[in-house]
């Protein structure tokens, strides 16, 4: 049994930081990927920022420069730093990762989310 546990999201004033943690356990055999997807209110997910088991990053538009994604292999943990952030940073932020479990072929895991909302 694969779990995503998310953890750092919150309410904070426009051009705030916020650290977001996502930490993978269960019987995992390999990480490839791993990303943090968002979803606000009436719109569809999409994709914030990626990183691959080799460090490769990708990131949204909207998000860069501001946002950073970084992982640790060791701990089966990606992170998400977002500075400057801006009220339609607001959303539901989910942990993405792309892995291989004992006894099951590779496919993609979701966390359960975590609210970041950006307001005065």
């Known amino acids: 049994q694969v779990q995503l546990v998310e953890s750092g999201g919150g309410l904070v004033q426009p051009g705030g930081s916020l650290r977001l943690s996502c930490a993978a356990s269960?019987?995992?055999?390999?990480?490839?990927?791993m990303g943090w997807y968002r979803q606000a209110p009436g719109k569809q997910r999409e994709l914030v920022a990626g990183?691959?088991?080799?460090?490769?990053?990708n990131y949204a538009d909207s998000v860069k420069g501001r946002f950073t994604i970084s992982r640790d292999n060791a701990k089966n943990t990606v992170y998400l730093q977002m500075n400057s952030l801006k009220p339609e940073d607001t959303a539901v932020y989910y942990c993405?990762?792309?892995?291989?479990?004992?006894?099951?072929?590779?496919?993609?895991?979701w966390g359960q989310g975590t609210q970041v909302t950006v307001s005065s």
């Open positions: 990183i691959t088991s080799d460090g490769t990053t």
């Open positions: 269960g019987n995992i055999v390999s990480i490839y990927a």
């Open positions: 993405n990762a792309d892995l291989r479990a004992t006894f099951y072929l590779r496919r993609d895991y």
